[in-house]
């Protein structure tokens, strides 16, 4: 605000009457907060389609890094936001007027991509902020865009380079790009971020979850170069209904209306061209000759070639429909059993957060040696890695938004946060031919305003992608031995899923038999999670809890039990392998592992393991129709 509106502003109060003074005073204090407010708002990152597919320059490896507990690197002692803050990677000069306390280039290192959790021992519980800082170099070209790329920032994150802020992000699981075009110098540059994962009432997830908080810059960081004109979303995919024909659209960025965009498949000779309209947006349709379907069993990936003016990005595509008849899920228009199993991003044999290549290798490896086609990534998106090497090799998925357990679903800012964590999640991964499943929520409570808050999550995902099926894992009720699936929220729903825990929450392991199954949907079902725990190598008989027998002995009982729901139509046990979470203190036994794994951290198979992989090689669980 500039002197002379303020000046004028005074000349104005002084011609009107009292009550009116306070009044226009009031509005005029407003109008200062919302314009500092408005001077303060970070630019909102954008979502970029296949940004790992982008040549890149990579920020990953040693970042300096400072443990602020209380965040006194960007808020004063009266907690304002510092126009000084750590930010600008100050350096002390010979007689400074006041003192610098910090130094980036003291400070211990973390490594990028990683947690911090698992990386220094002292902050393996630590919740809270923490400051990173990277010097690069860089030398910018003339007319281009050039995007921060963060692959993940758990929970909430701010990003600054050269000292200037780029972006703020909330959702700890969802990429997310700052540009920083107009920051960049030639040469010398740094960038600081701070990273809080504190746990906050209104966030998704909420204050409880089931797995560790890991903090951090967990996935990739990059700067990613684009032409000034680019693409920043696509979406391709096969026709429902038809083996030829690939459709969606191609978004461009600073584009005059009316600008080309093209699509080509190389190896089957497909080229297409079309024009975008007011919104930036062109609509592909074109016919193929000679497609092979992507399916778990032929995996076949084609190199895409999506092009406008000066932009052009290399996709590696599978090609396949999806959709329900009835009580059946069609792949490929065929009715399909999805032999599953619930993963977590939980790193094999090191533990933390997973983020490589190896990590996702390993863990998909494994539940393709279950025998799986189908796997459920809980609880939140996993990164690009693991759905690049689902579509590689063969693994159907269901793809999950953070909404789990107890959120202020009566919240409005909640609503928007869960949003768009969805929009992200969507726009980052709707060209995978592996994700079947958009999953909505895990196991929230049945009320009202929960129904409709997901309801309106579940349209939305609809409206982003309609090529998909929507699901969410609910909870059942019970009455005597009869277990019923009767939640409001199943009608939103495409597919239901359903969380039970026979045998180990409730009952014994031969509660299975006695149980019949009421499902007041006529839709297919799979069973998102049942399972219990066992610690490898820990032997009794099959009623002793915690032992590798009961383990196997609960899935032994669940087998037959399931396989007479009419309606079955796949399953993911909980879970693949043990994975850190702090609700799990039992010395000895837990150690703050979820113990339900098939598999230990360190890649020990419990026997639950071979019971699951019988049934899933032999065929005896599961009907497709
Ligand atoms: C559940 C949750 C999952 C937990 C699991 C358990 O129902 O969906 O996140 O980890 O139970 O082990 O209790």
């Known amino acids: 605000m500039n002197l002379l509106s303020v000046r004028l502003r005074a000349r104005v109060i002084v011609l009107l009457p009292r009550r009116m003074v306070l009044f226009a005073s009031l509005a005029s204090l407003l109008i200062v907060f919302v314009v500092i407010g408005a001077a303060q708002a970070a630019p909102v990152p954008i979502v970029l389609t296949g940004a790992d597919r982008r040549p890149a320059t990579s920020l990953n490896g040693d970042w300096g890094s400072i443990i602020d507990p209380y965040f006194s690197g960007l808020f004063s002692f009266h907690h304002e936001e510092k126009g000084n803050g750590w930010f600008l990677n100050r350096k002390a000069q010979p007689g400074d ?37 990277r010097d690069f ?23 600054w380079v050269n000292g200037q802020k780029v972006c703020e992000h909330e959702g700890g699981f969802t990429s997310f790009n ?21 746990r906050i009432e209104d966030g998704v997830p909420g204050l409880e979850t089931d797995w560790w908080n890991y903090g951090g810059l967990t996935r990739e960081v990059s700067l990613i170069e684009v032409p000034e004109t680019f693409i920043d979303q696509y979406d391709l995919h096969l026709r429902r209904g038809e083996g030829s024909v690939i459709e969606g659209w191609v978004h461009l960025v600073n584009g005059e209306p009316g600008a080309k965009v093209e699509v080509e498949i190389p190896e089957l000779g497909a080229r297409t061209s079309a024009t975008t309209g007011d919104g930036g947006r062109a609509a592909i349709h074109f016919s193929v000759k000679g497609l092979e ?17 000066q932009d052009s990005i290399d996709e590696l595509m599978g090609f396949r429909t999806v959709e329900t008849r009835g009580t059946e899920i069609l792949l490929n228009g065929k009715p399909i059993f999805l032999r599953g199993v619930a993963i977590h991003a939980e790193a094999p044999y090191r533990t933390g957060r997973a983020y490589s290549d190896k990590d996702a290798e390993t863990l998909l490896g ?30 159907l998925v269901w793809s999950e938004n953070p909404v789990y357990w107890a959120l202020q679903f009566d919240n409005p ?35 009202a305003v929960r129904t409709q808050f997901i309801e309106t999550l579940a349209s939305r995902a609809r409206t982003l992608d309609p090529t998909r099926l929507i699901t969410a894992a609910l909870l059942v009720r019970a009455e005597d031995h009869t277990k019923i699936v009767d939640d409001p929220l199943g009608k939103a729903l495409d597919v239901i899923g359903i969380n039970e825990y026979i045998g180990w929450y409730e009952g014994n392991p031969a509660t299975a038999d006695v149980t019949k199954w009421r499902i007041d949907y006529q839709k297919p079902l799979i069973v998102s999670e049942f399972g219990g725990g066992a610690k490898a190598g820990l032997h009794g008989t099959e009623k002793d809890r915690w032992t590798e027998e009961y ?3 609960i899935f032994r009982h669940q087998l037959p039990m399931l396989n007479q729901i009419a309606q079955l139509r796949g399953m993911s046990p909980w879970v693949l392998m043990d994975f850190r979470s702090p609700n799990r203190p039992l010395v000895g036994i837990q150690d703050e592992f979820n113990r339900k794994g098939l598999i230990s951290e360190q ?22 129709e």
């Open 551 to 553: 383990q196997a002995s």
């Open 97 to 133: 007027q006041f003192p610098t306390e910090y130094d980036f280039s003291k400070a211990p290192k973390l490594k990028v991509p990683g947690d911090w959790n698992t990386q220094r021992e002292s902050l393996l519980y630590y919740e809270g902020p923490v400051w990173y800082e």
């Open 413 to 447: 800012k909640v609503l928007a946060k869960a949003e768009q964590q969805l929009d992200e999640e969507i726009n980052t991964s709707r060209n995978h031919a592996a994700i079947i499943l958009w999953s909505m929520a895990n196991e929230t409570p049945n009320t």
């Open 293 to 309: 379907r992507w399916s778990p069993e032929t995996p076949k990936l084609y190199k895409v070639v999506v092009r406008a003016n």
């Open 366 to 395: 494994w539940a393709k040696e279950l025998g799986c086609n189908y796997v459920r990534l809980a609880h939140y998106p996993h990164d690009e890695t693991m759905l690049r090497a689902a579509d590689r090799m063969g693994l």
């Open 178 to 198: 700052c540009d920083v075009t107009a920051v960049i110098h030639a040469g010398a540059n740094f960038v600081v971020g701070a990273v809080d994962n504190s």
């Open 137 to 159: 170099t860089y030398q910018p070209r003339q007319h281009t865009h050039l995007f921060l790329h963060v692959g993940a920032a758990n929970y909430r994150s701010w990003f």
């Open 603 to 624: 890649g020990q198979k419990k026997q639950a393991f071979y019971v699951l992989q019988k049934a899933y090689k032999d065929g005896t669980i599961g009907k497709a």
